[in-house]
C-alpha cells in the first residue's frame, strides 16, 4: 500500500523567501509529526498533530515555522522568511492510533541560499 | 546534552561479520525505546520498539537488547550484509509519546 508521501522532494531557495512543504500521510492514520534532520545531526522534532486536538508546536524553532493539518489528512509546514539555517532534510511521519511505530516519507531536502 | 547518545559514531565491517551498536539514554521517566534504520535519502523505517518491561527484541538478523536500570540499549546485527549499510537511529520516548529523544546515528558501512 502507498506509505507517507512527501513534495517536493527537493527545494532550493532564496534566503528571506517563503517555502511550503508537503506531506500527504498514510490514509487513516491519525497522528502525523514533522521533524527535520540537519546535516550530521539527529532527529529533531517540530510538531505533532493528532486527530482534531489541539497541534504540539513545543518542537517549532521559531515563529518563522508554522504548520496545517487540513481536514486530518494532508499537512503543511510553512517556513516564512527562510534563513540558511533552516537548510535540512525535514521528514514528515504518520502513525494510526493505538500503535508506536511511526512510518517515515523519503523528506524534502531543503537548501536556502 | 542530548538526552541520548550513540556509539560508535561510524563503523565500518565486513560482510558477513556481526556488529553491536550502542544506545545511551537519561530520558525519564522511561516509556519506551525505538531503533530505526535509515537509508541514505530514505526516511527512517522502525526496526525494534521495547518497552519498559522488555529486555530483547529481534527482527530478522537484528537484536536490540535494553536494560532500563543502566539506561542502555543496544543493536546487534547478525551476518551483516551489504544491505545493512545505513545509519542507525536510536529513539527514546517519555511518557508522553510526543516527548521523543533522538540520537544522532550511528553511521554502518558493510564492505564486500
Known amino acids: 500500500g502507498a506509505g507517507v508521501s512527501q513534495s517536493p522532494s527537493n527545494k532550493v531557495t532564496e534566503k528571506g523567501k517563503d517555502v511550503e512543504l508537503r506531506c500527504d500521510p498514510i490514509s487513516g492514520h491519525t497522528a502525523l509529526y514533522w521533524y527535520r534532520q540537519s546535516l550530521g545531526q539527529g532527529l529533531e522534532f517540530l510538531i505533532y498533530?493528532?486527530?482534531?486536538?489541539?497541534?504540539?508546536k513545543s518542537g517549532l524553532p521559531s515563529d518563522r515555522f508554522s504548520a496545517e493539518r487540513t481536514g486530518g489528512s494532508v499537512s503543511t509546514l510553512t517556513i516564512q522568511r527562510t534563513q540558511q539555517e533552516d537548510s535540512a532534510v525535514y521528514l514528515c511521519?504518520?502513525?494510526?492510533?493505538?500503535?508506536?511505530?511511526?512510518?517515515f516519507g523519503p523528506g524534502t531536502r531543503l537548501t536556502v541560499l | 546534552k542530548n538526552q541520548v547518545e550513540q556509539s560508535p559514531q561510524s563503523l565500518i565491517i565486513l560482510e558477513g561479520k556481526n556488529c553491536t551498536l550502542q544506545?545511551?539514554?537519561?530520558?525519564?521517566?522511561?516509556?519506551?525505546l525505538r531503533w530505526y534504520k535509515q537509508d541514505t535519502g530514505r526516511g527512517p523505517v522502525s526496526l525494534t520498539i521495547?518497552?519498559?518491561?522488555?529486555n530483547t527484541k529481534s527482527n530478522g538478523r537484528y537484536t536490540a537488547t535494553l536494560d532500563a536500570d543502566t539506561k542502555q540499549s543496544s543493536l546487534h546485527i547478525t551476518a551483516s550484509q551489504l544491505s545493512d549499510s545505513a545509519s542507525y537511529i536510536c529513539?527514546?520516548?517519555?511518557?508522553?509519546?510526543?516527548?521523543?529523544?533522538f540520537g544522532a546515528g550511528t553511521r554502518l558501512t558493510v564492505k564486500p
Open positions: 521495547m518497552t519498559f518491561s522488555e
Open positions: 529513539v527514546v520516548s517519555a511518557w508522553n509519546n510526543n516527548d521523543m529523544r
Open positions: 544506545c545511551n539514554y537519561t530520558v525519564s521517566p522511561f516509556s519506551n
Open positions: 498533530f493528532q486527530g482534531n486536538s489541539a497541534p504540539d
Open positions: 511521519a504518520s502513525r494510526t492510533q493505538g500503535t508506536d511505530t511511526q512510518y
